[in-house]
């Protein structure tokens, strides 16, 4: 009969053990790997079936894991090659564009802004504030300013239902220039 001892010494050794796995008949002496005699069949011994169909089972699992391994491994390659060829593509544009353009002072560029407006509530839409002007500077630079200027109560973004957007000028006063005045008053009155 077949031992459990074996049973576990099989299945410590992940299954490096020979296995027969197929038809069993009565022909032949098959069963000598398993310690069975030839009167005990596998057909008839249940703890050997379900062993047999667990193994076949877990034999089809790993197969499918090593499949689905592989098919992972080729995405990530091609994903990888895609951005190796986005890399390529656009290193000489930003390269180029590094080259040519200048450096980005965002205090600069809201300073620029805000001398665009008169006075206090003053509103301009974006084509009268930013015309003329090449639009990778609008889009990258004074827009990122009209951010911060919205953000430090310079400037409110005027949204209406049906037509342009606006800006309006809300007040002139930097906030990096009032907290250097503020601090430098904290110093000196200390």
């Not at 877990?58 to 098919?71: A, F, G, H, P």
């Not at 290193?91 to 008169?118: A, V, W, Y």
């Amino acid at each position: 009969a077949f031992q459990k001892s074996e049973l576990e010494e099989s299945a410590s050794n992940e299954f490096k053990m020979p296995v027969y796995v197929g038809k069993f008949d009565d022909d032949n002496d098959d069963n000598y790997m398993c310690g069975m005699d030839d009167a005990e069949e596998p057909e008839t011994d249940p703890i050997v079936r379900e062993n047999t169909l667990t193994y076949r089972m877990n034999l089809e699992d790993v197969k499918r894991y090593e499949q689905d391994e592989e098919e992972t491994e080729t995405e990530h390659l091609e994903m990888r090659k895609r951005v190796q060829a986005w890399h390529e593509h656009l290193r000489p544009i930003l390269d180029e564009e590094e080259e040519k353009g200048t450096e980005f002072d965002i205090h600069e560029c809201g300073t620029q802004i805000l001398n665009r407006f008169s006075k206090v509530g003053e509103q301009k839409s974006f084509s009268e504030l930013f015309g003329g002007m090449a639009k990778e500077e609008v889009s990258g630079y004074f827009f990122l300013s009209i951010l911060m200027l919205t953000n430090t109560y310079n400037l409110k973004i005027l949204i209406p239902a049906d037509g342009e957007t606006t800006i309006e000028l809300l007040k002139k006063e930097r906030h990096h220039e009032e907290l250097q005045v503020n601090v430098g008053n904290q110093v000196n009155n200390e």
